[in-house]
């Protein structure tokens, strides 16, 4: 099959909250963004909208007096992101090189070059992959279990209820001691003797009353009911190996997540689990002209609406860049789409010739 080339001045990969956002301002500033994302695929767990797509209520999207579901709030972005133009791509970004301007990004039977990259490509919860987790109805996924506290813990199915959390490292301590607002007990099962999570997590959770540790157990399946969602976990005990069943009544998954970054490694820099680097004063990474933006460079927040945040962010940065303005990248430096580096201290321009001239103003 022939391969296509196209041109643009800012391509975005995703179209959860981070991309549309920054499709949504790209597009008003006249920048005909394209957009891509990775089509629907049941084996990868991919759908346009990113994660949001597998979710039914969001309750804490500002906006939304009595929440909305995730499909929807994704569909109004989209809406929102086509009237201002955004061009919008479904295929797998299988290669990108980044050595130089124009940025090079190859799909299946496409080329892509372009002036300024947007990186919101997401990252992934870590599931276990035991019967009763998947996507409802296949299992009790949405329906009595998540990978999100912050975002499903509030909702009234886990209220007053005995919850399961799964994992042993920082996550699962601060999302068993955020759940204990809303639970009767927290059962914080683990597949060791010993935590993982740091000391002060560990104090935290070990002092509050609500919740009680089940150790050294695996799980084996979540049981429930299409009626009632999930009834139980069935765990497996790591000494003796005898199987027996925990009650509860929701489980939340907290082994940790997977930044989408596969495709960059080498070219970007990244924190040892993968999660892009980029600064908090913009979103600029390591190479001038790439930006990045929601779940796939925080690993703190990751919520919608901070997606959505650090996408106009992006988008606000890539079109300074495109407008020959200085971007701050993370080493403090700004630099210029012309390779002008603005020093720390704001005093020096180094020009791509190795040139060093004054940044202070001219006196008067
Ligand atoms: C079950 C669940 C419930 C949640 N509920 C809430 C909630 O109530 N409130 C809240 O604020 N947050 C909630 N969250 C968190 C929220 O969904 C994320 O913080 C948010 O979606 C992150 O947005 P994003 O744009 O960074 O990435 P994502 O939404 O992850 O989107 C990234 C997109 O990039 C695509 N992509 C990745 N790699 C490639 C590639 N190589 N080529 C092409 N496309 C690619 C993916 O397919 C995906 O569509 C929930 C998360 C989950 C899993």
């Given at each position: 099959?022939a391969?296509?080339?196209?041109?643009?001045?800012?391509?975005?990969?995703?179209?959860?909250?981070?991309?549309?956002?920054?499709?949504?301002?790209?597009?008003?500033?006249?920048?005909?963004?394209?957009?891509?994302?990775?089509?629907?695929?049941?084996?990868?767990?991919?759908?346009?909208?990113?994660?949001?797509?597998?979710?039914?209520?969001?309750e804490?999207?500002?906006?939304?007096?009595?929440?909305?579901?995730?499909?929807?709030?994704?569909?109004?972005?989209?809406?929102?992101?086509?009237?201002?133009?955004t061009?919008?791509l479904?295929?797998?970004?299988?290669?990108?090189?980044?050595?130089?301007?124009?940025?090079?990004?190859?799909?299946?039977?496409?080329i892509?070059?372009?002036?300024?990259?947007?990186?919101?490509?997401?990252?992934?919860?870590?599931?276990?992959?035991?019967?009763?987790?998947?996507?409802?109805?296949?299992?009790?996924?949405g329906?009595?279990?998540?990978?999100?506290?912050?975002c499903?813990?509030?909702?009234?199915?886990?209220?007053?209820?005995r919850?399961?959390?799964?994992?042993?490292g920082?996550?699962?301590?601060?999302?068993?001691?955020?759940?204990?607002?809303?639970?009767?007990?927290?059962?914080?099962?683990?597949?060791?003797?010993?935590?993982?999570?740091?000391?002060i997590?560990?104090?935290?959770?070990?002092?509050?009353?609500?919740?009680?540790?089940?150790?050294?157990?695996?799980?084996?399946?979540?049981?429930?009911?299409?009626?009632?969602?999930?009834?139980?976990?069935?765990?497996?005990?790591?000494?003796?190996?005898?199987?027996?069943?925990?009650?509860?009544?929701?489980?939340?998954?907290?082994?940790?997540?997977?930044?989408?970054?596969?495709?960059?490694?080498?070219?970007?820099?990244?924190?040892?689990?993968?999660?892009?680097?980029?600064?908090?004063?913009?979103?600029?990474?390591?190479?001038?002209?790439?930006?990045?933006?929601?779940?796939?460079?925080?690993?703190?927040?990751?919520?919608?609406i901070?997606?959505?945040?650090?996408?106009?962010?992006?988008?606000?940065?890539?079109?300074?860049?495109?407008?020959?303005?200085?971007?701050?990248?993370?080493?403090?430096?700004?630099?210029?789409?012309?390779?002008?580096?603005?020093?720390?201290?704001?005093?020096?321009?180094?020009?791509?010739t190795?040139?060093?001239?004054?940044?202070?103003?001219?006196?008067?």
């Amino acid at each position: 099959m022939a391969t296509e080339e196209i041109r643009r001045q800012v391509v975005i990969i995703g179209s959860g909250p981070a991309g549309l956002t920054a499709a949504i301002y790209s597009a008003r500033a006249n920048l005909t963004p394209l957009l891509i994302d990775a089509p629907v695929d049941t084996e990868k767990q991919t759908t346009p909208g990113g994660q949001l797509m597998i979710t039914t209520d969001v309750e804490n999207y500002p906006g939304f007096a009595k929440g909305i579901e995730g499909p929807e709030l994704m569909m109004e972005f989209r809406k929102q992101a086509e009237r201002f133009g955004t061009e919008f791509l479904e295929e797998w970004i299988t290669k990108v090189d980044l050595q130089e301007r124009p940025f090079t990004l190859y799909t299946e039977n496409k080329i892509i070059r372009t002036e300024t990259l947007i990186i919101a490509s997401g990252a992934s919860a870590k599931w276990l992959g035991v019967p009763g987790e998947a996507k409802t109805p296949v299992g009790f996924g949405g329906n009595g279990v998540s990978a999100c506290a912050t975002c499903d813990g509030p909702l009234p199915a886990f209220r007053n209820k005995r919850l399961v959390v799964v994992g042993g490292g920082d996550t699962a301590m601060e999302e068993a001691t955020f759940l204990t607002r809303y639970a009767s007990k927290v059962y914080v099962v683990h597949r060791r003797e010993k935590l993982r999570a740091s000391k002060i997590m560990q104090e935290k959770a070990f002092r509050n009353e609500k919740i009680e540790f089940v150790w050294n157990a695996d799980v084996q399946e979540i049981l429930g009911t299409a009626e009632h969602g999930v009834t139980g976990v069935r765990l497996r005990n790591g000494s003796d190996g005898e199987h027996f069943t925990l009650e509860c009544e929701g489980v939340f998954i907290a082994i940790g997540h997977k930044p989408n970054t596969d495709l960059f490694k080498g070219q970007i820099d990244m924190d040892p689990v993968g999660y892009l680097l980029t600064n908090g004063h913009s979103t600029a990474t390591n190479i001038p002209g790439v930006f990045a933006c929601g779940d796939v460079q925080d690993s703190v927040y990751r919520q919608a609406i901070t997606a959505a945040g650090t996408g106009c962010m992006s988008a606000i940065d890539a079109e300074r860049f495109l407008d020959h303005l200085p971007v701050e990248m993370p080493s403090g430096e700004e630099v210029t789409i012309e390779g002008e580096h603005i020093t720390v201290d704001r005093k020096l321009i180094i020009e791509p010739t190795g040139e060093v001239i004054s940044n202070e103003p001219a006196p008067d």
